[in-house]
């Protein structure tokens, strides 16, 4: 029996993971999989060794740091000493999965890596430590794979997980009928982020940025998405005294029906640029992380839509610039300005053009079941 380890170390990083989970059970019944991971991989059947709820924490405390390497500590001796796997799967997660791949590449574990660290944005230099630690990387981009093999390393393109995960659009009037949401108002819609420390840095300015809009226009309307991997105590510690709708459990559904959004940085904004669904870009951390950030960056967008067409399509709304008034003028713009707002849906159909039709997960198992 074959044996694979997958690490993992947020939401996203699980769900992706469960879909290669599936694929793989769906080829070789023979696989025996664990895992560090969530809710995800263990819907599918996975024996978890750890779960992965505290690591998507971030920031430079003692605390942060001592959890992660002795997480890491145990993972490395598990793996090594005792389950002894054909080959052990990194899924995103960059800081806390590279370093892992040194001490199983000494332990001559073959080490593939899924969704890896995007060095073509930021910090490049990762790509020797890739280089020296990774047999193999499963690039979700196009563009990836032409970089990884300029640098000597073997890669795959599996397609981004995206384009076959996505959701159909859903339905606005039953969407709407369902969570009581006026059919004669235009929704605009809040994805605050998934971790606790975006919430703190975002989820009032979101707030009062919605406050002042709706004031301003009667005709609009707002949801607060929750991501499904936070209490909700943690949202209604914010949202304690509006009464905005929080929708859980719906989000590509929200993203698909609303007629503008507010959304931190992350993988939503291609989610929202493969529905068509107008938005902006809102992000500020730790004044520290951005100067560090400003330091190492390669390319200067942040949004996936604007990178992966190389165009300013998405507004970016960085740090000291967000601001209730910033974020207002650009949400009135993709609502009221017609010729602005269609212009910009017919930039982001080109998102998906780019993107190839591949199934990501079912040629990121059969590359994995090839090589093992």
Same mark, same amino acid.
């Given at each position: 029996?074959?044996?694979?380890?997958?690490?993992?170390?947020?939401?996203?990083?699980?769900?992706?993971?469960?879909?290669?989970?599936?694929?793989?059970?769906?080829?070789?019944?023979?696989?025996?999989?664990?895992?560090?991971?969530?809710?995800?991989?263990?819907?599918?059947?996975?024996?978890?060794?750890?779960?992965?709820?505290?690591?998507?924490?971030?920031?430079?405390?003692?605390?942060?740091?001592?959890?992660?390497?002795?997480?890491?500590?145990?993972?490395?001796?598990?793996?090594?000493?005792?389950?002894?796997?054909?080959?052990?799967?990194?899924?995103?997660?960059?800081?806390?999965?590279?370093?892992?791949?040194?001490?199983?590449?000494?332990?001559?574990?073959?080490?593939?890596?899924?969704?890896?660290?995007?060095?073509?944005?930021?910090?490049?230099?990762?790509?020797?430590?890739? #280089? +020296?630690? $990774?047999?193999?990387?499963?690039?979700?981009?196009? &563009? /990836?794979?032409?970089?990884?093999? @300029?640098?000597? %390393? *073997?890669?795959?393109?599996?397609?981004?997980?995206?384009?076959?995960?996505?959701?159909?659009?859903?339905?606005?009037?039953?969407?709407?009928?369902?969570?009581?949401?006026?059919?004669? #108002? +235009?929704? $605009?819609?809040?994805?605050?982020?998934?971790?606790? &420390? /975006?919430?703190?840095?975002?989820? @009032?300015?979101? %707030? *009062?940025?919605?406050?002042?809009?709706?004031?301003?226009?009667?005709?609009?309307?707002?949801?607060?998405?929750?991501?499904?991997?936070?209490?909700?105590?943690?949202?209604?510690?914010?949202? +304690?005294?509006?009464?905005?709708?929080?929708?859980?459990?719906?989000?590509?559904?929200?993203?698909?029906?609303?007629?503008?959004?507010?959304?931190?940085?992350?993988?939503?904004?291609?989610?929202?640029?493969?529905?068509?669904?107008?938005?902006?870009?809102?992000?500020?951390?730790?004044?520290?992380?951005?100067?560090?950030?400003?330091?190492?960056?390669?390319?200067?967008?942040?949004?996936?839509?604007?990178?992966?067409?190389?165009?300013?399509?998405?507004?970016?709304?960085?740090?000291?610039?967000?601001?209730?008034?910033?974020?207002?003028?650009?949400?009135?713009?993709?609502?009221?300005?017609?010729?602005?707002?269609?212009?910009?849906?017919?930039?982001?159909?080109?998102?998906?053009?780019?993107?190839?039709?591949?199934?990501?997960?079912?040629?990121?198992?059969?590359?994995?079941?090839?090589?093992?």
């Amino acid at each position: 029996m074959k044996k694979l380890f997958i690490i993992t170390g947020e939401y996203s990083g699980d769900m992706h993971a469960s879909h290669v989970v599936r694929a793989l059970k769906a080829q070789n019944k023979d696989i025996q999989i664990e895992a560090v991971g969530g809710m995800n991989l263990k819907a599918e059947g996975v024996k978890l060794f750890a779960d992965h709820e505290k690591m998507s924490a971030v920031g430079l405390s003692p605390a942060i740091i001592y959890n992660h390497i002795m997480l890491g500590r145990r993972v490395v001796d598990y793996i090594t000493k005792e389950f002894k796997p054909d080959a052990v799967l990194l899924i995103d997660y960059g800081a806390f999965n590279l370093k892992v791949a040194g001490f199983l590449k000494k332990a001559g574990i073959k080490v593939f890596y899924y969704i890896p660290p995007q060095v073509w944005a930021s910090r490049k230099w990762r790509i020797n430590t890739i #280089k +020296k630690n $990774v047999d193999e990387v499963l690039c979700i981009f196009p &563009f /990836e794979k032409e970089m990884y093999e @300029k640098y000597g %390393i *073997k890669s795959h393109y599996c397609g981004h997980p995206l384009v076959s995960q996505l959701l159909p659009k859903a339905n606005r009037d039953v969407f709407f009928e369902k969570y009581g949401l006026d059919k004669n #108002k +235009k929704l $605009v819609s809040v994805f605050p982020g998934s971790r606790k &420390f /975006e919430l703190k840095f975002l989820m @009032k300015i979101f %707030i *009062k940025t919605a406050e002042f809009l709706q004031k301003k226009y009667p005709q609009l309307q707002f949801c607060i998405s929750q991501a499904p991997n936070l209490s909700d105590e943690v949202y209604h510690k914010y949202l +304690k005294e509006t009464d905005f709708k929080i929708i859980k459990g719906d989000n590509q559904a929200l993203l698909s029906v609303s007629d503008a959004l507010i959304l931190a940085s992350g993988t939503v904004a291609l989610e929202a640029a493969l529905y068509q669904t107008p938005m902006i870009i809102a992000y500020r951390g730790p004044q520290v992380f951005y100067w560090i950030y400003l330091l190492v960056r390669c390319i200067k967008r942040v949004s996936l839509p604007n990178i992966i067409t190389n165009k300013s399509i998405v507004p970016e709304i960085l740090q000291n610039d967000v601001t209730v008034e910033n974020i207002a003028h650009n949400i009135e713009k993709l609502l009221f300005d017609t010729d602005y707002r269609n212009n910009n849906i017919e930039e982001l159909e080109e998102v998906k053009h780019l993107l190839s039709e591949r199934v990501s997960s079912k040629e990121a198992a059969e590359e994995i079941l090839k090589e093992i």
